[in-house]
């Protein structure tokens, strides 16, 4: 049974960082792209940063510069770090898993980000 479990999540000033955590299991986690998203209410949910098995990284244009995608292929585990965070950043960010094997798209519980004074 494949499972994706984010952590790391909290409360956070303007300007400061968080780092999230995506740990997977269930899967070969090395064949897989691994991606994080975010999902504000009203709003679609949206692509932030994704980092193939291969190691090619894509940012979202909102986050480039400030945001870094990273895994551990050793721990099974994919990174966020989020830097510079602005209260539009407040949101839930879900980790995903695009599989090889098994093949499927996974999907974390979320992990809740505020950024707030």
């Known amino acids: 049974q494949v499972r994706v479990v984010e952590s790391g999540g909290g409360l956070v000033q303007p300007g400061g960082s968080l780092r999230l955590s995506c740990a997977a299991s269930?899967?070969?986690?090395?064949?897989?792209?691994m991606g994080w998203y975010r999902h504000a209410p009203g709003n679609q949910r949206e692509l932030v940063a994704q980092i193939t098995r291969g190691g090619n990284i894509n940012y979202a244009d909102s986050v480039r510069g400030r945001f870094t995608i990273s895994r551990d292929n050793a721990k099974n585990t994919v990174y966020l770090q989020m830097n510079s965070l602005k209260p539009e950043d407040a949101t839930v960010y879900y980790c995903?898993?695009?599989?090889?094997?098994?093949?499927?798209?996974?999907w974390g519980q979320g992990t809740q980000v505020t950024v707030s004074s």
């Open positions: 995903n898993a695009d599989s090889m094997s098994p093949a499927g798209r996974y």
């Open positions: 269930g899967m070969v986690f090395r064949l897989a792209t």
